[in-house]
């Protein structure tokens, strides 16, 4: 079968061999970034802080238990104090199986604080009731519209989250009303493109996001070939919108055309810094 992606017919573009080594070798090839970021509002009790995200899982037949597994082994292998998915669980048929392999998978993840998530627009077309499910049954905390507050001591770090925004299920309202004044504090939603509503709050000093998958297949001259909508502002990596850092994770699983190419799956590993850190 030929897969098209953007119009462009795959194998033309990237011949046999590229698009070999797209299906078959780079989706599995994940690529740990680390992204040490300064965060003005950071007290010193939390400098060091380490979040790790997993963005767009989307197990299903190719992204399997197993390889979810050997994620969750580098992940922990990270040494995280926290854990975040910025949804997009699952996909595809089979939902009620996949849902049982997340559970039994996402339990082993290891981290100081636990782990934290939210849905993405996936997750709401698989269904919601089972995600959240998979959410509470992983011991992990759904921060949809919601804030997780981490102490040390006096000192506060509040780890929030928007419910998806394709689905119109976000309320950033409920947000800021529970956000304390003081503190740093970062924002997890699936839609990177967000982040020009969330930093125009002046209330967070980071947004984390997934959903993009980095448009999967970058080409030279042509650049990122699909890109989905509310992921084409801030599609892949670090960005500064206003006072606020924005961070798209290019995602672990495939959406159609189910391959990757110059644009590897990744798990990221935000280190937080006072801006008075030496380090």
Sequence with gaps: MR???????????????????????????????????????????????????????????R?????????????????????VVTGDFLSGPRIGRLAYDLIITLRDLNARDGALAILGN????????????????????????AVHTLRRGAAALHIAGVDDVVVGKDRLDLVLDALPETGAAVLLVH????????AATGRFDLQISGHSHGGQVVLPVLGRLAL??????????????????????????????????NCRPEITVFTLRTPQSGS
């Design 122 to 145: 996936r997750d709401y077309w698989a269904g919601s009731a089972i995600v959240r499910n998979v959410i509470r049954q992983s011991r992990m905390i759904d921060v949809s519209n």
């Design 191 to 198: 839609e990177p493109d967000f982040a020009d509503t969330s």
């Design 63 to 83: 992204t399997t238990r197993e390889r979810l597994a050997e994620i969750v082994a580098q992940a922990n292998a990270l040494a995280p104090d926290l854990v």
């Design 228 to 261: 989905p909508v509310l992921a084409r502002r801030y599609p892949a990596g670090l960005y500064r919108v206003g006072s606020m850092w924005q961070y798209t994770n290019r995602g672990l699983g495939l959406i159609s055309p189910r391959i990757r190419f």
């Design 3 to 61: 897969l098209v992606v953007a119009g462009v017919a795959t194998p033309a573009v990237l011949g046999g061999g590229g698009y070999a080594y797209a299906r078959y070798v780079e989706p599995y090839w994940y690529e740990v970034t680390d992204a040490p970021l300064r965060l003005d509002r950071l007290d010193p009790a939390f400098d060091g802080y380490r979040i790790v995200q997993l963005s767009d899982i989307h197990l299903d037949d």
